[in-house]
């Protein structure tokens, strides 16, 4: 008798990525926190985006590591195309109205103060949702063939 283990999502370069969105998540709640208590009304917007970043991290990093349930699937990519609508238009706002951002936020500069790695982020939270459905439940079609 032989017994076959399922491969985990979450091996390999899942893994990688689940732990990349996680640092993401920690760096970008660490620095809005920092940035919104100590100088909010220097940069109230680039501080606000900030945490908008941050809580989006948390919930990719979330859904990412609970996507093989077909709801967390659907806010994963949710939140990984918010984020790479947010890292673009926020990149490119502080590229052409620099005066809109006094300071930086995480997606500023399209993520320059964090080596670009939010501009890059986005591209491979996609492709990873895309080659890693879940598996849909086969029981629907079984109960129609045998009820054909």
């Known amino acids: 008798m032989s017994t076959t283990v399922p491969t985990s999502r979450m091996s390999g370069i899942g893994r990688v990525l689940v732990i990349v969105y996680a640092v993401m998540a920690l760096a970008a709640t660490g620095?809005?926190?920092?940035?919104?208590?100590?100088?909010?009304d220097e940069a109230p917007l680039a501080y606000s985006l900030s945490a908008l970043a941050a809580v989006v991290y948390i919930l990719a990093t979330l859904a990412l590591v609970l996507a093989s349930r077909r709801g967390w699937y659907a806010v994963a990519w949710v939140a990984i195309v918010f984020e790479l609508a947010g890292v673009l238009v926020i990149g490119a706002s502080s590229v052409f109205f620099p005066e809109l951002f006094p300071h930086d936020t995480v997606w500023s500069m399209f993520g320059r103060g964090y080596l670009f790695i939010p501009l890059v982020l986005p591209f491979f939270g996609i492709w990873w949702l895309?080659?890693?459905?879940?598996?849909?439940?086969?029981?629907?079609?079984?109960?129609?063939?045998?009820?054909?």
Request: zero cysteines; proline letters at 7%.
């Open 31 to 40: 620095r809005s926190f920092v940035q919104i208590f100590r100088q909010f």
């Open 130 to 148: 895309r080659t890693h459905a879940p598996i849909r439940d086969a029981q629907p079609a079984l109960r129609a063939e045998a009820d054909a």
